[in-house]
T-cell receptor, first 114, second 117 residues
């Protein structure tokens, strides 16, 4: 089952604008990760935020995590055409089968118009 | 550093045929994962190996899917017999995690796009 649910499903912005994507989940997590997928480079890890962290930055990316609301957001500042891709949040949680599992949402499709 | 390698990149088969996918993880990564990604959805974990042992295969349809990781390096995923609903991209990933935690990122291969007719 897919735990993370991204919102919106699709987002279209002009180059230079900021893009914000949200992710909600249902169970307790160890950490939350964001991945990007495009046809050229496959699925690529962007950033990981642990359950005891509230905010993290990496270049033009800013991720927040609110464990009380079971939600996270990914902000991409000063977007570029090359940011056009699908963005997935993935929650790491104990699977009950002896390990932690990464569960992906359905993704947000971002289009950045030059 | 070489990435995760997968082959073939594309495969078209008829239903009820069998198919196999191969994955070579990043050197030194103990944990290997196979995911299934249906069009419009996120990847779904099928099986997780640590070295050559299975950590989690709870979501693997074992009546038709099988996977192995001999010698704790390369891995193969097989479908026999294939059904129409198996059409998807099959992604292999590896990480330096121990298998008991997911503190680190997973590195994904380019995937194999399977079409079942």
């Amino acid at each position: 089952s897919q735990q993370g649910e991204e919102d919106p499903q699709a987002l279209s912005i002009q180059e230079g604008e900021n893009a914000t994507m949200n992710c909600s989940y249902k169970t307790s997590i160890n950490n939350l990760q964001w991945y990007r997928q495009n046809s050229g480079r496959g699925l690529v890890h962007l950033i990981l935020i642990r359950s005891n962290e509230r905010e993290k930055h990496s270049g033009r990316l800013r991720v927040t995590l609110d464990t009380s609301k079971k939600s996270s957001s990914l902000l991409i500042t000063a977007s570029r055409a090359a940011d056009t891709a699908s963005y997935f949040c993935a929650t790491a949680a104990y699977s009950g089968a002896g390990s932690y599992q990464l569960t992906f949402g359905k993704g947000t499709k971002l289009s950045v118009i030059p | 550093e070489a990435g995760v390698a997968q082959s073939p990149r594309y495969k078209i088969i008829e239903k009820r045929q069998s198919v196999a996918f191969w994955c070579n993880p990043i050197s030194g990564h103990a944990t290997l994962y196979w995911y299934q990604q249906i069009l419009g959805q996120g990847p779904k974990l099928l099986i997780q190996f640590q070295n050559n042992g299975v950590v989690d295969d709870s979501q693997l349809p074992k009546d038709r899917f099988s996977a192995e990781r001999l010698k704790g390096v390369d891995s193969t995923l097989k479908i026999q017999p294939a059904k129409l609903e198996d059409s998807a991209v099959y992604l292999c990933a590896s990480s330096s995690d121990s298998g008991l935690d997911t503190y680190n990122e997973q590195f994904f291969g380019p995937g194999t796009r399977l079409t079942v007719l």
